[in-house]
């Protein structure tokens, strides 16, 4: 990492301060929705519910939920964070949702019609949260619409994590998968167990004022059991016309998306790369592309991950993952280098050591870059990621050509294509990244706060500046509030 800044004087960290409490305070108004992919729970030491988790409720009428944490382990847990992704049922409409005081720090909620996402975390610098007693993190404000059919309606945890603080350089998961609420849909009210109010006891009146008129105690009205509705037997769904296979001359329909990467970091071994035969012109296509990191401080040199997609074999069933490209193309790791103006093209040879265990492009002294292995004539997809960004879609159903073709030198340094951090290596995973940008990555950057050593820089340092502050938080923000994944 080179020109590594090590010094920050008091005026910019101010000034920093108030641009990411800027930031985080418009984060309220954003409604971008964010599709975060089914997580595995973490070690199931604290577990996620709502409160009210029962409850009868009538069409039209609002009520409120709030998340809460339990700690189940018999040790002391600190956290900066909790993370819940819920799935709505089609009686309920989410009217709002927020991060409770203190996870209010870095909140990122957004809602549709179907799931509601909340990433809460503590903010920058501030002390862990102690779960000696119960924790409410989040709030949800639900409305039973009007003219649905009545029952039961289930809200349910599609993803949790709660993150552990106070482990050097780390963020591990406690979380359980979290209990689902159920909600009876009904023409009575019936909200579950209330806290009785107590009712002031009367005063006793002085001799000779006559006998007090008692005041009776008031009761709870009786639920009563609801009138069953008989639900209408439903039509049966007529069945599709089987769609014939398309043939490749036709334009393929763009994948669901897979484009992420899963790769370690912070490994040098050297690699032995075969780099195949002559200057990439032959019978390799060639590509040459320039590329840009947004919100970056310094240009150090580094590899970009060059994910090639063949759309075609995706119709015969081809695929591919987070972890591989699988059957359906091929990555490449390309040496990249920034010029004057923070543009980075490839370049034959850099400083780093290359990522081990992977395929390192072969690049030409002009920057074209050989795409060994991939065939030309078929339509392609190219996606791009850094080691702390997330994945970027740039150009799709191209047909690329044998050779250095004037159509395959791109531009993808514009707004659209800038490369955006947010993904970031966790050492809870061996250093790899789970394709996706939330709360497990703002707690990276809270777990290495102020740090400026090599190996925490390597983790959390987004903007390359050489310190780990709240400016990576506010930019990993900004990340998940405008550039949710290509899922």
């Known amino acids: 990492m080179k020109n590594i800044k090590k010094d920050k004087n008091l005026k910019q960290i101010i000034i920093v301060a108030l641009l990411a409490m800027g930031l985080l305070i418009g984060l309220i108004l954003v409604r971008q929705q964010q599709d975060l992919r089914k997580q595995a729970t973490g070690s199931g030491e604290v577990n996620l519910t709502l409160n009210p988790s029962t409850g009868s409720y009538t069409p039209s009428q609002s009520f409120q939920a709030k998340i809460k944490l339990h700690k189940t382990a018999t040790r002391g847990i600190n956290i900066s964070g909790a993370e819940a992704v819920l799935t709505i049922p089609q009686q309920l409409t989410v009217s709002s949702a927020s991060c409770l005081s203190p996870f209010n720090g870095t909140p990122f909620v957004t809602q549709s019609a179907t799931s509601v996402t909340l990433l809460c975390a503590i903010s920058a610098g501030t002390s862990p949260v102690s779960l000696s007693t119960d924790i409410e993190f989040a709030s949800i404000s639900y409305m039973v619409k009007s003219g649905i059919q009545l029952g039961t309606a289930t809200v349910s945890f599609t993803s949790t994590r709660v993150t552990e603080a106070g482990i050097p350089g780390q963020a591990p998961d406690v979380s359980t998968s979290g209990q689902s609420a159920s909600y009876t849909i009904s023409t009575t009210t019936s909200t579950g167990t209330p806290t009785p109010t107590k009712t002031p006891t009367p005063s006793v009146p002085a001799a000779g004022s006559g006998t007090p008129t008692r005041t009776p105690t008031p009761s709870l009205l009786p639920s009563g059991s609801p009138t069953p509705t008989r639900t209408p037997t439903p039509s049966p769904s007529i069945v599709p016309t089987r769609t014939p296979t398309p043939v490749a001359t036709l334009t393929p329909t763009p994948p669901s998306g897979n484009e992420h990467y899963n790769y370690d970091v912070g490994q040098k071994t ?11 012109g032959g019978d390799n296509p060639s590509i040459r592309f320039r590329a840009r990191l947004a919100n970056i401080s310094d240009y150090p040199d580094l590899y970009l991950k060059l994910r090639v997609i063949n759309e075609e074999s995706l119709l015969s069933g081809a695929t591919y993952s987070c972890e591989s490209a699988g059957n359906a193309g091929k990555d490449f790791y390309i040496p990249m280098s920034a010029d004057e103006n923070g543009i980075y093209w490839p370049v034959s040879a850099i400083d780093p050591e290359p990522p081990s265990g992977f395929v390192i492009a072969h690049v030409t002294d002009d920057g074209w870059v050989s795409l060994d292995g991939i065939t030309s004539g078929n339509h392609y997809t190219f996606y791009l990621k ?41 050492p809870n995973t061996g250093g790899k990244q789970d394709c996706t940008v939330n709360v497990v990555d703002l707690s990276l950057i809270e777990a290495n706060h102020a740090k400026t050593d090599e190996g925490s820089l390597d983790i959390a340092d987004v903007n390359y500046d050489g310190i780990i502050s709240g400016q990576d938080i506010a930019i990993v923000v900004n990340t998940l509030a405008t550039k949710p994944d290509d899922e």
């Not at 050297?270 to 990439?280: E, F």
């Not at 050779?403 to 947010?422: I, K, N, R, V």
């Open 270 to 280: 050297p690699l032995t790369i075969n780099i195949g035969s002559g200057d990439g």
């Open 386 to 426: 850094g080691p702390k960004t997330r994945s970027t879609k740039e150009t799709q159903y191209i047909v690329l050509q044998d050779g250095q073709a004037s159509s395959q030198d791109f531009d993808w340094s514009g707004d659209e294509g800038a490369l955006e951090a947010g993904d970031l290596p966790d």
